[in-house]
């Protein structure tokens, strides 16, 4: 295990992972540089999305390492890609203390979650799940830990595989434990006195991940167990806005994200602040930022952290 630099000061979040993933999986009522139009199709050089087609052509290549995220293993035992292995979002995430969360764990833990999987320093890694939020948590991970340029994220998911008519199986993979070394990069994480700090710097962009009911407060902050509302300036952009459904969850071409961007104070090229009601669902929207060009920084406290403390907090449609 080498980690040559330290973490960012990471923060607490929100309910347990797998009751976390479970609750959000209910349905719910540009840089300066040239993007790609799209995930990378079979011919081309992955990119931070990957199509099924790309994938597809790669079965079996050793230098695709391809990583099924999910919080609980039966689902993975029953059906997944071949070569796929098994990547447990518990070793990446933990409940936080107390037990309400989803906060990031050690770069130590991440390493030894991701050598236990066989991941080494060369190669190329894929990460997918049955729930997109899963394998956007693990991607966002990644990235932060300093992977991100050679880590994709399969467009779609299982479902997309699946809808296609392409092979899953039960059998699992055999492969050497891995050494890889993590670079995390600092200030990507951020928390709730940073953001406080901030609320009147024209500069800070902050993107709330959350449905109608949780960003207006209408659900009275987790039942009452939170303050309701959103941060202060906060503009709402709810994650499955990104995709085309949840169950076949393939990303809306650039353009369109780029719109939404937009709509929601974001400048091309600029810098957001992403955060939802735990982490899991601002994932999706950091993994998209990252797309479009954006210098994204991550709440993982998000509003489970912010609206357990004395901050300020507003209710309804209005930002302010």
């Known amino acids: ?41 079979a011919g081309e050089a992955p990119g931070i999305l990957v199509s099924t087609g790309w994938l597809a052509a790669r079965l079996g290549d050793p230098s695709v390492v391809l990583l099924h995220v999910d919080a609980q293993r039966p689902a993975y035992a029953q059906a997944h890609i071949p070569g796929a292995r098994f990547l447990d979002l518990n070793a990446i ?20 979650a991701l050598e236990a999987v066989g991941v080494t320093d060369t190669g190329h890694l894929v990460v997918y799940g049955a729930n997109p939020l899963a394998a956007a948590r693990a991607w966002m991970t990644l990235d932060v830990m300093g992977l991100g340029d050679r880590t994709s994220f399969l467009d779609g998911g299982l479902g997309a595989w699946q809808e296609e008519g392409r092979a899953v199986t039960t059998e699992e993979p055999a492969f050497a434990p891995g050494s890889v070394t993590l670079r995390p990069r600092a200030g990507v994480m951020v928390d709730a006195d940073w953001i406080h700090a901030r609320l009147d710097d024209p500069a800070l962009t902050l993107i709330d991940a959350r449905p109608d009911e949780e960003y207006t407060g209408a659900d009275n902050g987790l039942g009452g167990r939170v303050h309701p509302g959103h941060i202060p300036g906060a503009h709402q952009m709810y994650w499955e806005k990104l995709v085309e459904s949840r169950p076949i969850h393939r990303a809306h071409p650039l353009e369109e994200l780029r719109a939404l961007f937009r709509a929601s104070g974001a400048a091309d090229g600029s810098a957001v602040t992403v955060y939802c009601m735990v982490g899991l669902r601002a994932s999706y929207t950091y993994l998209t930022a990252k797309r479009l060009g954006y210098d994204v920084k991550f709440y993982d406290g998000s509003w489970r952290d912010w609206g357990s403390r004395d901050l300020p907090y507003v209710t309804g449609t209005g930002r302010r």
């Open 1 to 41: 295990m080498r980690i040559p630099s330290p973490a960012a000061a990471l923060t607490a979040a929100v309910l347990p992972i797998a009751a976390a993933l479970a609750l959000f999986a209910r349905p719910a009522p540009a840089g300066a540089q040239p993007l790609p139009a799209g995930p990378a199709a």
């Open 93 to 112: 995430a933990w409940n936080g203390e107390p037990d309400v969360g989803t906060e990031m764990r050690t770069p130590a833990e991440i390493d030894a």
